[in-house]
């Protein structure tokens, strides 16, 4: 039985789709050639977690400045013209006022073991969310910490560090394959993928749950 539960932040407990990631989408896609929200998010995605594995160390980079490297990247790509500071701003704003999944106060009022976020992004934005939402954990681990995000292990073993648990007395739930369940496995955590939408199949070799209230039964 676990004797402490990490819980992935953007995605997991925070919806990707907010009021403010959608405006800045409509912008982008506005005021360049990009004309389709759903392939501009994929490619937003895909670049984010590729400059986020490779901020690590000396090359670490905050993620307020991973935000506008993407939009400059944009500016390039897709010819966008608009005012970056803007746009990176409702990107942080969405850190912290998108929407939280329905199942997640639920979840954290019936977990019976300590909770701590694992997020690449700032605690501050964190802060913000479990604050207007009556959320509470019992800590929070962000990439600031160790200058590295996940998948890199840095984080995952400052997590074990601040919870006083070894590997083997924790999990990770999280909805990314590379970034939670890989980054976990690697230092001995077992992983648990959240899979709201039925995307992923047994490839990945660890539990499935569609909602969280279904990690319960193995926490």
Known sequence: MAKAVFLDYFGTILQENGVDMQQMLSRVI????????????????????????????????????????????????????????????????????????????????????????????????VRVCLKRNELHVHGIICGDMVKSYKPNPEIFLKALEIAGVDAADAVHIGDSPVADVEGARAVGITPILLDRKGRYDDVYNCRRISNLMGALRSI
């Open 30 to 125: 506005a005021n360049s050639s990009a004309d389709d929200e759903k392939k501009l998010l994929a490619w937003w995605m895909k670049n984010l977690q590729s400059l986020e594995l490779s901020a690590h160390g000396e090359n670490y980079i905050t993620e307020e400045d991973i935000s506008l490297k993407l939009l400059m990247m944009a500016e390039k790509e897709f010819g966008l013209r608009d005012d970056l500071a803007e746009l990176r701003q409702m990107n942080i704003s969405g850190w912290m006022y998108a929407p939280i999944f329905t199942d997640v106060k639920r979840f954290l009022e019936q977990c019976e073991r300590p909770v701590y976020i694992i997020t690449n992004n700032s605690d501050k934005y």
